[in-house]
């Protein structure tokens, strides 16, 4: 059997640069792992570090080890999808002395039928009391907070933006939980999950599925958010769509050369010069 102190079984907190990290976020207040720290951390990483796919669209791959994703994260102030945000997070968490498991999630957005697991979360614990809360950084389109996982559906507000938490009943009668968010459609149940640990070595498994495979919809045009308190930016292809918490929103159809400007301007995101000729291309047309 493994040991503990295995690790495998951990987030390399010990090999992140926490200092670079919290000022990534902005982030100066208590480092104790209480509430309200949890809730402050969250919201930072939702709003400062975008979630993007564009290194598959350039072509590249998306590693996972830790000094990969400082270098892009935080070093580069770039951004990056579920995987890369969740493992950073996840090590700062460590670091900080949070407990904390990996969790996956199957993304539904409404429709029907089964499908993979390859959203990640984070079960985290605190030292304060008991309780235990649901940590999404890595969606895009945030919460601003860490969710408590409690029996009864409960509805948050985050920000402006309302989610509700239901815990329920799988096919097969197992334990499930899901995540509604109201938006533009009103409510629609986001993803459904189990409380099934899941390790770094789960984490690069789905990350390969989402970052290779014709059938991952990250393999097929760029998609890139930006989520505020009262505000989520989505690039989608050359499409730019902005959503408010009220479900109204406004969309705009870019060209390809405008996709630069636009990541700089509203995401946050500087491309270098040769990256910036690559997407303007716009090979995923193709």
Not at 202 to 222: E, I, L, Q
Not at 243 to 248: K, L, M, V
């Amino acid at each position: 059997m493994p040991k503990p102190t295995d690790p495998s079984y951990h987030w390399a907190g010990a090999e992140l640069d926490l200092d670079a990290y919290l000022a990534r976020i902005g982030f100066d207040g208590d480092r104790a792992p209480t509430v309200d720290t949890l809730h402050r951390l969250v919201e930072l990483h939702t709003t400062s570090i975008p979630f993007e796919n564009l290194e598959i669209i350039l072509g590249r791959g998306i590693p996972l080890d830790l000094e990969t994703l400082q270098d892009k994260l935080i070093r580069r102030r770039r951004g990056g999808y579920c995987y890369e945000n969740v493992i950073l997070f996840a090590a700062a968490l460590e670091r900080l002395g949070f407990g904390l498991t990996g969790v996956s999630g199957r993304v539904t957005m409404g429709a029907e039928g089964l499908r993979p697991a390859t959203h990640a979360l984070l079960r985290v614990t605190t030292a304060e009391d008991d309780r235990v809360w649901l940590v999404d950084v890595g969606f895009g389109a945030g919460p601003l907070r860490a969710l408590e996982l409690i029996d009864s559906p409960a509805e948050f507000s985050a920000g402006h933006w309302r989610f509700r938490l239901e815990r329920t009943r799988g096919e097969l009668g197992d334990e499930l939980w899901v995540l509604h968010q109201f938006g533009r459609d009103g409510w629609v149940d986001r993803y459904t999950f189990t409380l099934d640990p899941q390790y770094r070595i789960d984490y690069r498994v789905g990350n390969h599925f989402v970052s290779t495979s014709p059938n991952s919809p990250f393999t097929a045009r760029p998609f890139v958010q930006r989520f505020h308190p009262d505000a989520h930016h989505v690039i989608d292809g050359t499409t730019l769509i902005t959503e408010r918490p009220d479900g109204s929103s406004e969309v705009w159809e870019l060209e390809p050369a405008e996709l630069t400007e636009v990541l700089a301007e509203v995401f946050d995101i500087e491309l270098d010069a040769a990256d910036a000729a690559l997407l303007s291309e716009a090979r995923w047309r193709r």
